[in-house]
């Protein structure tokens, strides 16, 4: 059975800083991308950032420069540094990562169970 497992959350104050992180554990072959996405109230599941195997790194524009992605492969685990938060980022975080599996010929997407993120004074 897979699990993503997500921590880090919690509530900051605008300008400070968080870092999530996400543990891939089960039957896993091998992990291409993972990533995260957030959900605010009312809203869609939107992309936050993602990094590959090969560590390259895709940032939503309203990050960029604040949030930095990353990867320890050796543990199955990504990371979010979120640094100089703002109300407007407060949301449900998601890990995601595409997995393949022992006895699977594909990789397929699995979901965390999210973790709140909440930036107010």
């Known amino acids: 059975q897979v699990q993503l497992v997500e921590s880090g959350g919690g509530l900051v104050q605008p300008g400070g800083s968080l870092r999530l992180s996400c543990a891939a554990s089960?039957?896993?072959?091998?992990?291409?991308?993972m990533g995260w996405y957030l959900q605010a109230p009312g809203k869609q599941r939107e992309l936050v950032a993602v990094?590959?195997?090969?560590?390259?790194?895709n940032y939503a524009d309203s990050v960029k420069g604040r949030f930095t992605v990353s990867r320890d492969n050796a543990k199955n685990t990504v990371y979010l540094q979120m640094n100089s938060l703002k109300p407007e980022d407060t949301a449900v975080y998601y890990c995601?990562?595409?997995?393949?599996?022992?006895?699977?010929?594909?990789?397929?997407?699995?979901w965390g169970q999210g973790t709140q993120v909440t930036v107010s004074s």
């Open positions: 995601n990562a595409h997995l393949k599996l022992y006895g699977s010929n594909w990789y397929t997407a699995y």
């Open positions: 089960g039957s896993i072959v091998s992990i291409n991308f």
């Open positions: 990094i590959n195997s090969g560590g390259s790194t």
